[in-house]
């Protein structure tokens, strides 16, 4: 890929994939970051893929992976903190209406699952690439993702739930 074609890549993939990886980290001010590293990786690893759906389903594949290890970062910083320092530290108190803050709440993956095919429209195969996970797991796990973020949304005073089925 030259940088031409990385250019024209870039503009048309990075709007929709700043949304996704936003959403997903549930840290807005972090996917900047996220979103360059994403870019980055996928420079470094330059895929030998021609077809433009596998190579979008290979970039979110990479955001997803970039969000996983920052996750997985602040929560080995969180336990480091929390077991060196004996600092007793409350979780901030989320909205009891706030359905973003309710989407928060779900497991990366959970937040992966639904953006991906909900926001962005993928298909089942589409989020399968993307998330490297196994095609026929897709329906199952959105169908628990969903039932997960709807659990959430009751807890916090949101009992109307209007979805679509999978």
């Given amino acids: 890929m030259d940088q031409n074609e990385f250019t024209a890549f870039y503009h048309e993939t990075a709007p929709a994939l700043h949304g996704y990886i936003r959403r997903v980290s549930a840290d ?20 030998e893929v021609d077809d433009p759906a596998a190579m979008k ?17 602040q929560r080995r910083e969180r336990l480091w903190s929390l077991a060196f320092r004996f600092r007793d530290e409350a979780p901030p108190a989320a909205g009891t209406g706030d359905v973003t803050r ?4 779900l497991k990366p993956r959970e937040r992966a699952l639904l953006w991906l095919a909900y926001v962005e429209g993928y298909a089942h195969g589409e989020v399968a690439g993307a998330l490297d996970l196994n095609e026929k797991s897709i329906k199952v796990l959105l169908f628990r993702a969903r039932r997960n973020l709807e659990r959430i949304l009751r807890q916090n005073g949101i009992s109307e739930v209007q979805h679509e089925r999978a």
């Fill in 28 to 47: 807005g001010q972090a996917a900047d970051d996220l979103l360059q590293e994403t870019y980055l990786r996928f420079l470094r690893a330059k895929p």
């Fill in 57 to 73: 389903a290979y970039l979110y594949k990479t955001a997803t992976a970039a969000i996983y290890d920052r996750w997985r970062r």
């Fill in 102 to 105: 309710c989407f928060e709440k």
